[in-house]
């Protein structure tokens, strides 16, 4: 090994001495998504979280005006205050809205 490293330097193929060391690990079971072969995007959708305006306008695709008006029609999830001028959507609520106009769309 020590001419290996010193036929490299004299080159200079290898600036800088590197150390490869391998280990043998065990590999255990892992109980998430990936490897139970759910979709880790079905998974994500799963998850609650608070959606702010922008976030609403590009997974709807809708503009703000069309969202406010089908707030005030009853047909779009209301937003909930997190703050004092601050307003934010549900995402499951927002994810069944959009299920819905998929589910509906195939019927016609």
Known sequence: MESHWTEHQEK???A???LLVAFATK???CSTAAHLG???AEEFQHQQSLL???QV???VGLRRSSIYNR???GSFPAPISI???AVAWNSRAVDAWIADRIANGRKS
């Open 12 to 14: 200079g193929t290898l």
């Open 16 to 18: 800088k001495p590197v």
């Open 27 to 29: 590999i255990e079971p």
């Open 38 to 40: 759910v979709n880790m």
């Open 52 to 54: 702010r305006l922008p």
């Open 57 to 59: 306008l590009a997974r």
């Open 71 to 73: 707030i005030a029609a």
């Open 83 to 85: 703050g004092a001028r």
